[in-house]
Structures are given as C-alpha cells and as structure tokens.
T-cell receptor, first 111, second 114 residues
Framework: KNEVEQSPQNLTAQEGEFITINCSYS?????LHWLQQHPGGGIVSLFM???GKKKHGRLIATINIQEKHSSLHITASHPRDSAVYIC?????????????FGEGTQLTVNP | NAGVTQTPKFRILKIGQSMTLQCTQD?????MYWYRQDPGMGLKLIYY???????DKGEVPNGYNVSRSTTEDFPLRLELAAPSQTSVYFC?????????????FGAGTRLSVL
C-alpha cells in the first residue's frame, strides 16, 4: 500500500511568511494531489502534478519523482490561507482508481 | 454547472434508523466516491464507482450500501445507524481515475447518530 506522510502536522505562521508543507510517499505514482479543506469543511483540489512544478497565484507545488517527495509552498501567507492542506496519491493496488490521503497539515496564519 | 451536490447538509438520526445520503453530479463524470471524515482525522473511502452499474468497497464499507444506476447519481445508504457512523460525509467525482484527473467534492453532510 502506498503510505503518505505529511509534515508538519500543525503549522502556525505570521502573515507574510513563506510556508512549506511536505509530503512523502512510498510507492511510485502517476500523479500527486494537493487539496485544501476550508475551516467551514469544504474541500477543493489545488493541484495535480506528475513532474516538476505548478503555480497558482501564491501557491506553488513541486514534486521530485525520484525522491518520492512533494512540497506545497505558500508565498506571502495571509490569514485566509488558514486551512488544512492534504496530500493524496493514487492507490497502486487498485490500479490507481482511488486515492490514499495523508492526515493533513493544519495551517494557521496569524495577522 | 452545480458541480457535486449533496443532500442533506445536516441530519440527526436515532440509533437503528436508516437514511440515504444523496449525491448528484452534473459534469458527466464516470468516477464517484463516498468518504467519511471523523473529527481531527483524514478522509476514509467508504465506496466508489467507476461507472454506472459498477461499485466497489473502499476502506470502511461496513454499515453502508451504495448503488449507481445512472452516471449522475451515487446515493449512500446507512442501514441501522450506529453512533460510530457519526461523521462528516463527502461525495466526490472525477472524469477518470486520480492518476489523471482531480476530484470535485460536494459540500458535505454532517451526520450525528444519537
């Protein structure tokens, strides 16, 4: 089974700081997903990436396939970035039809 | 487009009652999923479907049933509700598997079994 480990579990930052959340997985994958769960509970997909780097606004996701590692960066963090960030990878033993999720990183950005 | 719509948003059940959580998507997605999320925990897959007429168990299927008679609808049935089924339930859909497509989530159903 593809194990997914996220770090840190909890992260508190001051507004404007550069944030990094890490994700490691154990088995080679075709793509990795980053999701955001808002304080109200809603879940949205932020990125799906299979190589290199993707950028959307102040969010940047990178992946190193050889090292089985991905990072999510937030530049110039803002209190509205406070949320749970979740990493997920396709589950290899089910032919990639479902995701294995990390436990999430709770980010709090203080003004 | 409405995306993924879940009803109801909140529900309180008594132990032993049954109910159906509704999920509808209007994006013509083949894959649909039901997850539960317990307080402070990650998402756990209950059931999923790769197309109409095809369903399969996830990590935590006990106490639940699903059907997929149409592409759009993927209802989740709880039979004989138990306190352990108190959770937030999310439905999601994607065009194909997660190796190539992102998942779109519904707003969630908050269920309490008392």
């Amino acid at each position: 089974k593809n194990e997914v480990e996220q770090s840190p579990q909890n992260l508190t930052a001051q507004e404007g700081e550069f944030i990094t959340i890490n994700c490691s997985y154990s088995v080679g994958i075709s793509a990795l997903h980053w999701l955001q769960q808002h304080p109200g509970g809603g879940i949205v997909s932020l990125f799906m990436l299979s190589s290199g780097k993707k950028k959307h606004g102040r969010l940047i996701a990178t992946i190193n396939i050889q090292e089985k590692h991905s990072s999510l960066h937030i530049t110039a963090s803002h209190p509205r970035d406070s949320a749970v960030y979740i990493c997920a990878v396709p589950q290899v033993e089910t032919s990639g039809s479902r995701l294995t999720f990390g436990e999430g990183t709770q980010l709090t950005v203080n003004p | 487009n409405a995306g993924v719509t879940q009803t109801p948003k909140f529900r309180i059940l008594k132990i032993g009652q049954s109910m159906t959580l509704q999920c509808t998507q209007d994006m013509n997605h083949n894959y649909m999923y039901w997850y539960r999320q317990d307080p402070g925990m990650g998402l756990k897959l209950i059931y999923y479907s790769v197309g109409a007429g095809i369903t399969d168990k996830g990590e935590v299927p006990n106490g639940y049933n699903v059907s997929r008679s149409t592409t759009e609808d993927f209802p989740l049935r709880l039979e004989l509700a138990a306190p352990s089924q108190t959770s937030v339930y999310f439905c999601a859909s994607s065009y194909s598997g997660p190796g190539g497509n992102i998942q779109y989530f519904g707003a969630g159903t908050r269920l309490s079994v008392l």
